[in-house]
């Protein structure tokens, strides 16, 4: 499982107009999910998610997390991130988890989010989305699990 996370002072994702999920200060995190992954590797994901430390503290230190700052998680599902691109010019898909699959375990990857982190808003799975940020820093993270 695959997130990249991206700290910021705003973002939303919507969907054919209409604003679906947003958040101010907090976590833009773009959720890739590889064939083997499940609950374990989801769980372990967003703890980590939770805890990582790319908030500045008082001296400009990247030392807090987005639980700290009591930022909000703005999740949204990105199958693009779980391509393989070693070869060619097209990327492959292959190692990508199938998307009914894909779909129950980016609802339990919401749900145990909610159940852990007070402000947390998403996408809807499979849409067309268009999300929008502003990248503060720019801080980006690729996290795996």
Same mark, same amino acid.
């Given at each position: 499982?695959l997130?990249?996370?991206?700290?910021?002072?705003?973002?939303?994702?919507?969907?054919?107009g209409d604003v679906?999920g947003s958040?101010?200060?907090g976590?833009?995190?773009l959720?890739g999910i590889?064939k083997d992954?499940?609950?374990q590797? #989801?769980?372990r994901?967003?703890?980590?998610v939770?805890a990582? +430390?790319?908030? !500045? =503290?008082a001296d400009?230190?990247?030392?807090l997390?987005?639980r700290d700052?009591?930022?909000?998680?703005l999740v949204?599902?990105q199958?693009?991130?779980?391509a393989?691109?070693?070869k060619g010019l097209?990327?492959?898909?292959?190692s990508?988890?199938?998307?009914?699959?894909?779909?129950?375990?980016?609802?339990y990857?919401?749900?145990? #989010?909610?159940?852990?982190h007070r402000?947390?808003?998403?996408? +809807?799975?499979? !849409? =067309?989305?268009?999300?929008?940020?502003?990248?503060?820093?720019p801080?980006?993270?690729?996290l795996?699990s």
């Amino acid at each position: 499982m695959l997130a990249l996370i991206q700290r910021v002072t705003a973002a939303s994702v919507s969907i054919g107009g209409d604003v679906v999920g947003s958040i101010n200060h907090g976590l833009l995190l773009l959720l890739g999910i590889e064939k083997d992954d499940g609950e374990q590797q #989801a769980d372990r994901l967003l703890q980590k998610v939770l805890a990582y +430390r790319v908030f !500045a =503290d008082a001296d400009g230190k990247m030392n807090l997390s987005v639980r700290d700052v009591q930022g909000g998680l703005l999740v949204v599902s990105q199958f693009t991130l779980a391509a393989s691109t070693d070869k060619g010019l097209r990327p492959s898909f292959s190692s990508a988890k199938p998307p009914g699959e894909a779909e129950q375990l980016y609802g339990y990857f919401l749900k145990a #989010a909610q159940a852990e982190h007070r402000d947390v808003a998403a996408g +809807r799975f499979g !849409a =067309d989305m268009q999300v929008a940020l502003v990248n503060d820093g720019p801080v980006t993270f690729l996290l795996k699990s």
